[in-house]
């Protein structure tokens, strides 16, 4: 018998919600941080975290990285066993890393990371393939997406204000929240974590439960962290 795809989280691929790299902001996403922590403690040892990045990869649990380039060299890796050698890892890998040890540090993360300008098509294939792959796997997997929303929300947004994007956050949001995987098929360009949600539409086209844990837009950006149930392939 094949596993199953035990749980879902999603979670922001912001460096803020790390309290070593907030500063004086910490405060501020203390509730997020939290909900992020919490979400990530409902997935099994054995994790694959799905991101944005510039390229299409694969990394494996036995990789370390660094918030270096963040502005604090604080270590992370993707499991237990990952020998001491930094890699140059993207974001939604050091997130995931350093939510692994803070929630479950017994688990081990592969991290699949997809272009950002995938079409949404190609997304939704590379999520019921994944899907494919986890349901013939002999161990029960938990899959955390690390994604964001919409970076334009006001005009200290790190991508300037769009005025389209309030209505753009405002439909992620309520997917995420009510676990509305076909409205992520439809997610704008202005979502920058667009690819990653589209995967896991594919992954999970029916989620069988949804719970929000926390959502705000610090910053000009917005996240939601929560959960979802993965419920039936198709």
Not at 40 to 64: C, F, H, K, S
Not at 70 to 75: K, M, N, S
Not at 107 to 121: H, M, T
Not at 193 to 201: E, F, H, I, N, S
């Amino acid at each position: 018998m094949g596993a199953v795809l035990a749980a879902i989280a999603f979670t922001p691929s912001a460096p803020v919600l790390v309290p070593e790299l907030a500063g004086a902001a910490a405060a501020e996403v203390a509730d997020l941080s939290a909900a992020a922590r919490t979400a990530a403690a409902t997935l099994p040892q054995r994790w694959i975290a799905i991101g944005v990045g510039p390229a299409e990869r694969v990394i494996e649990p036995d990789t370390r990285g660094s918030f270096a380039g963040y502005g604090v060299d604080l270590p992370v890796a993707l499991s237990g066993q990952a020998p001491s050698q930094i890699a140059a890892l993207p974001l939604c890998a050091l997130v995931a890393g350093w939510l692994r040890g803070q929630a479950n540090p017994q688990a081990r993360v592969q991290v699949r990371v997809y272009p950002a300008g995938l079409d949404a098509d190609t997304a939704l294939r590379r999520g019921r393939e994944l899907r494919t792959e986890i349901d013939a796997s002999a161990d029960p997997i938990g899959v955390l997406v690390v994604a964001d929303g919409a970076n334009t929300l006001t005009q200290s947004a790190p991508g300037g204000y769009d005025p389209a994007a309030e209505a753009a956050q405002a439909g992620l949001d309520h997917a995420l929240a009510t676990g509305d995987a076909t409205a992520l098929t439809r997610l704008p360009d202005a979502i920058g974590g667009r690819v990653a949600y589209q995967v896991l539409a594919g992954l999970a086209p029916q989620p069988a439960t949804a719970v929000e844990l926390a959502r705000g837009a610090p910053y000009g950006v917005g996240y939601l962290v929560g959960t979802w149930g993965p419920g039936n392939r198709q």
